[in-house]
């Protein structure tokens, strides 16, 4: 598939992994709608994506009134506030579709939950991390249902899959993100929609630093400081390498068959495209119903142990 004048919306484009996606997809002759809440940050990005972009755009009557990037500023914490949003989008697009979302603004914050927590804080990080972008996806899905085209891709987390302390806030709106995505394909999929979780692996982008992330150390101690110690040493990929892994979500066909699992960078994912091209009792990912959010219980699999064993 081609990105020439297709249109795409990423949120949190001003800086770090949103920005790399923003950039390549306008590389790739896209044109991008560009949110974040800063200004200047914007300016920066749209001005990148301008040089960046193919010297020549084919001229579809579709979309060759719109420019290779559009700036709104625009704040996610507030779930309200998100049809306000996409009316913003609207006038700017006119009768131009959306073809690709990419939900990608986030914030961490850590806290101790023994310590009393600023329900507040907890509360804006549950806004911005799960009830704006299934707000701003359940928004476009209409349209896109309608034209029976779309890709809606979430930048995920492998907290998703794991337990890590004094991040429950953060942990919780990644879990349910892919559990909406999930559900998403379980509704629409086969309607020409094709949604992924895309968890980004280690990259640096500063968010879980302690004071991006608005932490007390002081509250935490020495279960805060071996959590974050972690984190710190892993090694860090470049946010380019999501932006590269979206655009061959859009542009491989054979990607549509990860739709609405969880696509995680740190493994091989053209291992995973090709195993899911296998017959359903040759493909591990099938028959084990792997890359989903699931709770597999002891009484599961005696029932299935009884069943193959009668």
């Known amino acids: 598939m081609s990105l020439s004048e297709e249109v795409v919306v990423v949120t949190g484009a001003g800086r770090g992994i949103g920005r790399a996606i923003a950039v390549a997809f306008g590389a ?8 974040s809440r800063t200004q200047s940050e914007l300016e920066s990005v749209v001005a990148e994506i301008e040089e960046a972009k193919p010297a020549a755009r084919p001229a579809l009557s579709s979309t060759k009134h719109l420019p290779a990037a559009i700036a709104i500023v625009h704040d996610l914490s507030d779930p309200a506030t998100i049809p306000a949003l996409v009316d913003k989008i609207h006038r700017c697009l006119g009768k131009t579709p959306v073809d690709i979302l990419v939900n990608n603004a986030g914030i961490a ?20 991390n799960l009830s ?19 890709i809606i891709i979430s930048i995920g987390s492998r907290s998703a899959g794991m337990d890590i302390p004094f991040s429950s806030a953060y942990s919780v709106s990644k879990t349910g993100l892919l559990k909406f995505h999930q559900t998403l394909e379980q509704e629409v999929g086969g309607k020409g929609i094709l949604n992924y979780y895309l968890q980004p692996g280690n ?21 805060f400081g071996m959590a974050m110690s972690r984190l710190r040493w892993l090694p860090k990929d470049k946010p380019e390498r999501v932006a590269e892994a979206c655009v061959l979500l859009v542009t491989e066909r054979d990607a549509a068959r990860m739709s609405g699992l969880y696509v995680d960078l740190d493994e091989d994912v053209g291992a995973l495209i090709e195993d899911l091209g296998k017959e359903k009792d040759k493909s591990v990912v099938k028959t084990r119903g792997l890359n989903k959010l699931k709770v597999e219980t002891l009484g599961r699999v005696l029932w299935e142990m009884q069943c193959r064993n009668p």
């Open 203 to 223: 990259i640096a982008t500063g968010i879980m630093d302690p004071k991006t992330a608005q932490c007390d150390e002081s509250k935490y101690v020495y279960g």
């Open 109 to 128: 914050r850590f806290e101790a939950l023994q310590s009393g927590v600023d329900l507040r804080i907890y509360q804006c990080v549950l806004n911005t």
């Open 132 to 150: 704006s972008p299934i707000s701003l996806t359940l928004s476009l899905l209409p349209e896109m249902l309608r034209n029976e085209r779309g």
């Open 28 to 35: 790739e002759g896209a044109h991008v709608v560009c949110i």
